[in-house]
């Protein structure tokens, strides 16, 4: 069982360089996000999606885009990196909008990027 | 906003020992209550949930209860074990707003170390 894979694990990337953080699920869960995770500030939604060709913006949207044009991938790109956006980032996904123990969320195992 | 605030770590116990992570919470609406746990190298993963006051979730010996009258849902476990090690986060779906998983607002987690 994949369930949520995300690509790569770790990245180090210069100021001003552009990337795209991959993640795919295949549980056919409608809803995908994103989060990032900092020291001391516990979990930052970032965008999330409630279905292919839906996207909206979370908490901390600024600096990063989305889409979503299949059920099974949500990509998060950063279109010029910047050093506050060091962090730990997980893509987490469930089969419904409203949460219950029949739905809960699933996150994959996060990649850990560094901007310099 | 919706906010949750737990004890902050680490918290280094011995094997055998009894546990509790205070997690308190403000909310508008009417909150579900959940305990994360990450698991070093991995995502998190839902630990157990209660979606209204009194309500006790509970999990591979681990237990929290809704407790409307003081906003707490701590997390309690009678006697831990080293593979207990782990960040534990706590958090809120404030449900009332016809919202769930996009809305999850989660604290800052509590590193545990449980040492044989």
């Known amino acids: 069982n994949a369930g949520v894979t995300q690509t790569p694990k770790f990245q180090v990337l210069k100021t001003g360089q552009s990337m795209t953080l991959q993640c795919a699920q295949d549980?056919?869960?409608?809803?995908m996000s994103w989060y990032r995770q900092d020291p001391g500030m516990g979990l930052r939604l970032i965008h999330y999606?409630?279905?292919?060709?839906?996207?909206d913006q979370g908490e901390v949207p600024n600096g990063y885009n989305v889409s979503r044009s299949t059920t099974e991938d949500f990509p998060l790109r950063l279109l010029s990196a910047a050093p506050s956006q060091t962090s730990v980032y997980f893509c987490?996904?469930?089969?419904?909008?409203?949460?219950?123990?029949?739905?809960?969320?699933?996150f994959g195992n996060g990649t850990r990027l560094t901007v310099t | 906003g919706d906010s949750v605030t737990q004890m902050e770590g680490p918290v280094t116990l011995s094997e055998e020992a009894f546990l509790t992570i205070n997690c308190t919470y403000t909310?508008?609406?009417?909150?579900?209550l959940f305990w994360y746990v990450q698991y070093p190298g991995e995502g998190l993963q839902l630990l157990l949930k209660?979606?209204?006051?009194?309500d006790k979730g509970s999990n591979k010996g681990f237990e929290a209860t809704y407790r409307k009258e003081t906003t707490s849902f701590h997390l309690e476990k009678g006697s831990v074990q080293v593979s207990d090690s782990a960040v534990y986060f706590c958090?809120?779906?404030?449900?009332?707003?016809?919202?769930?998983?996009?809305?999850?607002?989660f604290g800052t987690g509590t590193r545990l170390t449980i040492i044989p």
């Open positions: 209660a979606t209204k006051a009194d």
């Open positions: 549980m056919n869960h409608e809803y």
């Open positions: 958090a809120l779906s404030d449900e009332g707003s016809n919202f769930g998983n996009e809305k999850l607002t």
């Open positions: 999606s409630v279905g292919a060709g839906i996207t």
């Open positions: 909310a508008t609406g009417y909150p579900s």
């Open positions: 987490a996904s469930s089969s419904a909008l409203r949460s219950s123990y029949n739905s809960p969320l699933h």
